[in-house]
T-cell receptor
Framework: DSGVTQTPKHLITATGQRVTLRCSPRSGDLSVYWYQQSLDQGLQFLIQ???????AKGNILERFSAQQFPDLHSELNLSSLELGDSALYFCASSERLAANTGELFFGEGSRLTVL | ELKVEQNPLFLSMQEGKNYTIYCNYSTTSDRLYWYRQDPGKSLESLFVLLSNGAVKQEGRLMASLDTKARLSTLHITAAVHDLSATYFCAVDMKAFGNEKLTFGTGTRLTIIP
């Protein structure tokens, strides 16, 4: 158990709908990262937040957005869903302090199926 | 743009044999990570390599890093069935002001009895 909690574990929805994925980082970790894992694209970095602020952005679609709240939990919002958005969405956390190794700790993932 | 390439993509090997997975990356970095993923499961951290020449070992797995060659290897000794999984390397871009990890394509390892 990495200490990173993601909900829901599984989600099935229809095209055009909107979903929210939730992540609670390890106790004490300030950074949250979102990754998308699909069969054809592998593990793709979406976005990173550090202590409530956006720190880095990857290949995140405009239909997707995220935020990190004062209690450090994060939410990834996916809207106008398409079939191609079906994937496993991982949240990871790290401390990201100067002395930190940069190691990421991953949650169990949220499996999204768009029908 | 940083590219991280692993080879082979698929590896089927017999129990008791040795093999090496290679991870090449395209730009300067001195921080590299290895993760293991079982089907449909989370990513488990295996090794953190933070400097040139770093070598880490855990059980039948050993990882090394050559930052000059931009190459890391994951060596498997006397493979056992429990090591069947997908292995990912990941490179840290923090030196470029970007703190994300960029992952390789993964190597799906199957150990045959």
């Amino acid at each position: 158990d990495s200490g990173v909690t993601q909900t829901p574990k599984h989600l099935i929805t229809a095209t055009g709908q909107r979903v929210t994925l939730r992540c609670s980082p390890r106790s004490g970790d300030l950074s949250v990262y979102w990754y998308q894992q699909s069969l054809d694209q592998g593990l793709q970095f979406l976005i990173q937040y550090y202590n409530g602020e956006e720190r880095a952005k990857g290949n995140i679609l405009e239909r997707f957005s995220a935020q990190q709240f004062p209690d450090l939990h994060s939410e990834l919002n996916l809207s106008s869903l398409e079939l191609g958005d079906s994937a496993l969405y991982f949240c990871a956390s790290s401390e990201r302090l100067a002395a930190n190794t940069g190691e990421l700790f991953f949650g169990e993932g949220s499996r999204l199926t768009v029908l | 743009e940083l590219k991280v390439e692993q080879n082979p993509l698929f590896l089927s090997m017999q129990e008791g044999k040795n093999y090496t997975i290679y991870c090449n990356y395209s730009t300067t970095s001195d921080r590299l990570y290895w993760y293991r993923q079982d089907p449909g499961k989370s990513l488990e951290s295996l090794f953190v390599l933070l400097s040139n020449g770093a070598v880490k070992q855990e059980g039948r797995l050993m990882a090394s890093l050559d930052t000059k060659a931009r190459l890391s290897t994951l060596h498997i000794t006397a493979a056992v069935h429990d090591l069947s999984a997908t292995y990912f390397c990941a490179v840290d871009m923090k030196a470029f002001g970007n703190e994300k990890l960029t992952f390789g394509t993964g190597t799906r390892l199957t150990i045959i009895p």
